[in-house]
C-alpha cells in the first residue's frame, strides 16, 4: 500500500514577508506600492528597490497589515510581484533548505529535513531524489520556499486584493520598470535601481 502523503496546502495564504512603499511618481503623483513576496523569487531584491525609490518602505509586512492599508477604490494602490521559472526555483529551494539544514535552523521544519537528508551524503544524486521525494510527499512540510507560487497569489485571509501586475524574475530589468506604469511613468526613478 503506497503511503500517505501529508501535503496540506493552504486555499487561503497568509504570510509575514510582503512589503509597502509610496512613491512619487513623475508630475508628483503619488502611488502606493503593495509588493507580494514570493520566496526565491528575487524577494529581496524587489526590497531594495523599493527602499532606494519609496518613502515611508515597510517590509516584511504581514497579510493582515495589507488588506488593512489597501484600498480597492483608490487607483493609486497597485498590488505587484515577480514569479520565477518553476524548476530554477525548485532548484534554487533545494539549495536554500539544504543551507538551512547545515547551518541548523531551528526551525522545526529544517530539524526534519536534517534527520530525513542527512542518511545520504551532500551531494548525491540520493539525496536529492530524498529531497524530491519528500517535497511530493509532505510539500517539504509547508516551507514556503518550496511552497507553489500559485499559493502566494490566492486569497489573502478576509480580503480579496486583485494582482495589478505579475512580472517575471528571469525578465527583471524591463518588467520592473513596468511596475508602476499600469498607473504613471515611473520609468526614470525605477532604472537607476536595476
Same mark, same amino acid.
Given at each position: 500500500?503506497?503511503?500517505?502523503?501529508?501535503?496540506? /496546502?493552504?486555499?487561503? #495564504?497568509?504570510?509575514?514577508?510582503?512589503? =509597502?512603499?509610496?512613491? @512619487?511618481?513623475?508630475?508628483?503623483?503619488? *502611488? %502606493?506600492?503593495?509588493?507580494?513576496?514570493?520566496?526565491?523569487?528575487?524577494?529581496?531584491?524587489?526590497?531594495?528597490?523599493?527602499?532606494?525609490?519609496?518613502?515611508?518602505?515597510?517590509?516584511?509586512?504581514?497579510?493582515?497589515?495589507?488588506?488593512?492599508?489597501?484600498?480597492?477604490?483608490?487607483?493609486?494602490?497597485?498590488?505587484?510581484?515577480?514569479?520565477?521559472? /518553476?524548476?530554477?526555483? #525548485?532548484?534554487?529551494?533545494?539549495?536554500? =533548505?539544504?543551507?538551512? @539544514?547545515?547551518?541548523?535552523?531551528?526551525? *522545526? %521544519?529544517?530539524?526534519?529535513?536534517?534527520?530525513?537528508?542527512?542518511?545520504?551524503?551532500?551531494?548525491?544524486?540520493?539525496?536529492?531524489?530524498?529531497?524530491?521525494?519528500?517535497?511530493?510527499?509532505?510539500?517539504?512540510?509547508?516551507?514556503?520556499?518550496?511552497?507553489?507560487?500559485?499559493?502566494?497569489?490566492?486569497?489573502?485571509?478576509?480580503?480579496?486584493?486583485?494582482?495589478?501586475?505579475?512580472?517575471?524574475?528571469?525578465?527583471?530589468?524591463?518588467?520592473?520598470?513596468?511596475?508602476?506604469?499600469?498607473?504613471?511613468?515611473?520609468?526614470?526613478?525605477?532604472?537607476?535601481?536595476?
Amino acid at each position: 500500500m503506497a503511503e500517505k502523503t501529508q501535503w496540506m /496546502p493552504r486555499a487561503v #495564504f497568509n504570510h509575514h514577508d510582503d512589503a =509597502i512603499a509610496e512613491v @512619487v511618481c513623475r508630475g508628483g503623483k503619488e *502611488l %502606493v506600492l503593495f509588493y507580494r513576496h514570493i520566496f526565491k523569487a528575487a524577494g529581496h531584491g524587489v526590497f531594495a528597490n523599493l527602499k532606494k525609490i519609496g518613502k515611508n518602505t515597510l517590509i516584511s509586512v504581514n497579510s493582515p497589515q495589507i488588506c488593512s492599508y489597501f484600498d480597492v477604490g483608490n487607483p493609486n494602490h497597485v498590488h505587484f510581484t515577480f514569479a520565477r521559472e /518553476p524548476i530554477s526555483r #525548485f532548484v534554487a529551494a533545494y539549495a536554500e =533548505i539544504e543551507h538551512r @539544514v547545515d547551518i541548523d535552523e531551528p526551525w *522545526l %521544519v529544517y530539524k526534519k529535513m536534517k534527520l530525513i537528508l542527512g542518511k545520504h551524503p551532500r551531494g548525491s544524486v540520493k539525496r536529492a531524489e530524498v529531497f524530491f521525494n519528500e517535497f511530493l510527499k509532505s510539500g517539504i512540510f509547508g516551507d514556503g520556499h518550496v511552497k507553489p507560487q500559485s499559493e502566494y497569489l490566492g486569497h489573502i485571509k478576509d480580503c480579496d486584493i486583485p494582482m495589478h501586475f505579475m512580472g517575471a524574475v528571469e525578465n527583471m530589468s524591463a518588467d520592473w520598470s513596468r511596475t508602476g506604469t499600469l498607473k504613471y511613468t515611473l520609468h526614470e526613478k525605477l532604472q537607476h535601481v536595476m
